[in-house]
DNA sequence: TTGAAAGCGGTACCAT
DNA sequence: ATGGTACCGCTTTCAA
């Protein structure tokens, strides 16, 4: 219809010329390449990108695969790859794996498979072993955004870090009886809550509290958090000072559940989130802070690196996450007035006073 | 590489008949049709999907263009979507375009121009003029899921109706002074909660309360409508007895505010949303239940259809959502213990007793 | 600096 | 029922 012949034709050159002028590849005078560009934009022309793709082996269009669009941290890497990717006129064509779904079956035998994309992110994925082996044999660059992170390229931040803090934080203010809410030891656990709450029980264990870990267990949601939460909660008389929440959501869930059964934040409960959601400043949540969205973009300037150059070695990013001191955390012994900064602990002068 | 051409050369035939066997179209004797699929499997063969689609001219890729991915009404869209394009074995790309980003132009200039898919779904994008004129001239079926609605297919709720139903809910239980919380009358208003603000003002005319119309302004968020109510709330003297809130999140705001501030719900305050969120449930939320994974799908279906017949003409499906009563409203009199169903209102015999 | 022609990997029409 | 061949729209040698 509106081809390149046609802009060809009317800028009286033949299409390789138009091309060349087009592309910016080889040479071309500037008269010609103005005559062509006049008539590229007099036509309104746009290339086919599929006639492109034909002819280069290149589909500008990258894949995105996620189990879950609607949970915050899934949605913002999503929303992080996306502005990348537009800045970079490139195309993200979008994959929803759900774990055991008949869809996800599909998706890795035949959607990846025909692989429309010059390289892929896979989000939270956490591949099973043939599953690993489909990606890998499609022949593409593969990025993954938290994963198991031996078979591609990888970014995610330090989990084992981050719950360490997480509880540091905690013990650091006084607590003793804290509890790791998050995850089912039973059913899939997830690789990340299981990597934090190892976080959690070493930090435990360093200080001596080997015996006081305790898994309260509970969907990787808000309303599983508030589930459980009111669960544990309600048994006043076994009752942990403090908790350690596996991400945001299920933390803002257990302060939820701690509201309505009148269990003060933080007077007699603590709680820490990793993420720092967009809802934790209204729950004035202590969290660490991560930034999914980053980890989107960083990616993806991971992932066309190593489109542009295929013999760039695998790398690993495994950010820090930074702990924020919200009010969702105070010190267990009212005498102890602590305020707690990134890094360590301090006790203003009032503790003499 | 793997080519068709490969598969013929195994099977010992012409390109033509092993893409004839392979494509199901014309005829081709059983005996091939096993000799030529027995290549194609042998050497793994993944027809080019540029080639299909240069040859074709069509892409077998749908796009979606969203303001926003990180909301609950837009990722249940977008999963409803995903899920019939699977089964179908279409691909998806996706654009963010949020409103007035640069990104959002190059969507519009770009993107879509070069329109690497056979039809597009719009969801709630609301586009300006010029937007829709460049959706237009794209020359590809579009749906729309919730919008102006005039110059594409639409499917959506009948918003009219689900705010004068969650408002007539309030007026039938007494309340008197409802206001309307959700939505910014001086900065960009979205359309939806316009209708939505509509409904409930002509509910209130209907029921003789012009004089009560109050519309409280807040962003269209969880946190929005938190910091909206709690500012609302703080104000005892000039308080409503209830809510009619632009969506499930924003009316779960108001419920966290209400909370805090020691207002009871429904006691002091009733609640009502729009949606059925997967958090109105531990909220108690009373709400009108829409499906916007349903609406996603309904949206698909539609598309394909006029996909394959382009001279369909343009349909509207606008549903209706139901109310869905919980305990977030009640009576405002103490006195009447009514019970609410969908489509009246029942007051049990414990009136008289 | 420009043009002709050969693909890229399929589909589909027209003979056979 | 099968094969030959033109063509989808663009890029890219190779010659001129």
């Known amino acids: 219809m509106s081809g390149i012949a046609e802009v060809a034709r009317r800028a009286g050159v033949s299409k390789s010329t138009a091309s060349r002028a087009l592309g910016g590849t080889g ?6 390449r103005l005559r062509v560009e006049a008539a590229a934009a007099e036509i309104g022309y746009v290339p086919s990108t599929n006639a492109v793709s ?39 064509t979008l994959y929803d794996a759900k774990p055991a779904s008949p869809g996800r079956a599909r998706i890795f035998g035949d959607f990846l498979a025909r692989s429309r994309f010059d390289g892929l992110i896979a989000v939270g994925l956490e591949p099973d072993h043939h599953e690993l082996e489909q990606l890998v044999r499609i022949g593409r660059p593969v990025v993954s955004v938290v994963g198991s992170g031996d078979a591609t390229s990888i970014v995610e ?44 029980e070493a930090a435990m264990q360093d200080a001596g ?41 299920v933390a803002i869930g257990a302060i939820i559940a701690a509201r ?8 007699q409960l603590s709680v820490i989130g990793i993420d720092d959601h967009e809802y934790a400043e209204m729950f004035s949540l202590t969290t660490l802070r991560q930034s999914p969205r980053e980890q989107g973009r960083v990616a993806v300037d991971m992932l066309l690196a190593q489109i542009a150059d295929p013999d760039e070695p695998r790398t690993a990013v495994r950010m820090k996450a930074k702990l924020i001191v919200r009010s969702s955390t105070a010190a267990i012994d009212p005498r102890v007035s602590a305020t707690v900064i990134d890094g360590g602990l301090d006790i203003p002068s009032a503790a003499g006073a």
Not at 27 to 32: I, L
Not at 65 to 91: C, H, K, S
Not at 260 to 267: T, Y
């Open 27 to 32: 040479y071309v005078s500037d008269d010609t």
């Open 209 to 249: 509290l080997a015996d006081s870990v305790r898994h309260i267990e509970s969907d990787v949601t808000l309303p599983g958090g508030y589930a459980a939460a009111v669960d544990a909660l309600s048994d006043t008389r076994n009752r942990c000072t403090a908790v350690v929440a596996s991400c945001d959501e």
């Open 260 to 267: 309505r059964l009148g269990v003060q934040v933080p007077g």
């Open 157 to 200: 931040i330090d989990d084992d870090y981050a719950a360490r803090r997480a509880t540091d934080h905690l013990i650091a203010l006084g607590h003793r009886r804290i509890a790791f809410l998050g995850g089912q030891t039973d059913r899939h656990w997830a690789q990340v809550d299981r990597r934090r709450f190892g976080g959690y």
């Open 54 to 92: 034909l002819a280069t082996g290149k589909t500008q269009n990258i894949g995105v695969v996620m189990p879950y669009l609607n949970r915050w941290f899934f949605a913002e890497v999503l929303e992080g790859i996306q502005e990348i990717l537009l800045e970079r006129g490139l195309d993200l």
